[in-house]
């Protein structure tokens, strides 16, 4: 990864996951990318397909995610902790409503 420009954030400490980054300014450590890797089909991955998968088919909760990362990114612009704990309840929320949704789908089929 280093090859491609990427360098491992040790000191991100996030449960399952690991952080890279790819910075157009080592200096000032301006980022142009974030990638996070997480094992294969574990937790973090399902979850993150559950998010994604959800505001697919939903258009009004993307647009809603939407609103509170351009919020997030006005209230906290150098502050990437703060930006990121904003969205940690919203995301939190709908994995909970897209994995409520889908035990209703699948309790109906059952019937």
């Known amino acids: 990864m280093k090859a491609e420009g990427y360098y491992h954030l040790p000191g991100v400490k996030l449960q399952g996951k690991q952080v890279f980054a790819k910075f ?12 996070h890797v997480v094992e294969f089909k574990g937790k973090w991955w399902n979850e ?9 088919s939903h258009p009004l909760a993307a647009k809603e995610y939407e609103e509170l990362k351009n919020k997030l990114a006005s209230q906290y612009p150098a502050d990437e902790s ?5 969205k940690y309840q919203f995301v939190q929320g709908i994995v909970k409503r897209a994995n409520d949704e889908g035990e209703q789908k699948q309790n109906e089929n059952s019937l």
């Open 24 to 35: 157009s300014d080592l200096e000032t450590l301006t980022k142009t990318h974030i990638l």
């Open 48 to 56: 993150h397909l559950t998010f994604r998968d959800y505001l697919n």
């Open 82 to 86: 703060a930006y990121t704990e904003g």
